[in-house]
């Protein structure tokens, strides 16, 4: 249990990668963790995506920076992207795919990968070029993109120090 607590409390964002891509081992025990994730009622509605292909993490970079309105590179140069999807027509789709979310980066960090929660899935893939893109993978109208967890190997400078956590974060009823 002491590593568990040392993993959440030691897991940080990371905004810095080497080029290596991700190991399959590593990649499957991340994924495996994923899928035990909390979900309403056990029905395990959450979908993810994974993407190693160099040409289309770029491309849903550049999707999200679009969203952004920059040029710059909101995957950070993560090799890997794991794209996860909410149900919406279930009506705990939007937590259940939070937790998904939420394991992904904490087992990326029990494995030794760095990882990152990166926003605006929704509006990704309601650009045409993200529906174009969902529509290949399989995806129905009822799947709306949440977010993408990047992953991959720590560059030196990319996961900074915890900031102190602050006042009031728990208040005793």
Same mark, same amino acid.
């Given at each position: ?8 409390? &030691?897991?940080? @964002?990371?905004?810095?990668?080497? +080029?290596?891509? !991700?190991?399959?081992?590593? /990649?499957? %025990? ?57 149900? &919406?027509?279930? @009506?705990?789709?939007?937590?259940? +795919?939070?937790? !998904?979310?939420?394991?992904? /980066?904490? %087992? ?66």
């Amino acid at each position: 249990m002491k590593e568990t607590l040392t993993d959440l409390k &030691t897991r940080r @964002s990371c905004r810095k990668y080497t +080029a290596e891509q !991700v190991s399959e081992d590593a /990649l499957e %025990a991340v994924l495996e963790a994923a899928t035990y994730a909390p979900t309403g009622h056990g029905q395990q509605s959450p979908v993810m995506v994974v993407v190693q292909d160099s040409a289309t993490v770029a491309r849903l970079s550049a999707l999200n920076a679009q969203v952004m309105g920059t040029n710059r590179d909101p995957f950070y140069g993560a090799p890997t992207a794991v794209v996860v999807f909410e149900d &919406t027509s279930n @009506s705990t789709g939007h937590e259940d +795919a939070c937790m !998904v979310m939420a394991n992904l /980066l904490n %087992a990326a960090h029990a494995v030794g990968l760095g990882s990152c929660w990166i926003n605006r899935g929704k509006q990704m893939f309601e650009l045409p070029e993200g529906a174009e893109i969902k529509a290949t993978w399989g995806l129905g109208d009822n799947m709306a993109g949440l977010a993408v967890c990047i992953l991959g190997y720590p560059a030196e400078g990319g996961i900074l120090s915890p900031k102190p956590r602050k006042e009031g974060y728990i208040i005793r009823a």
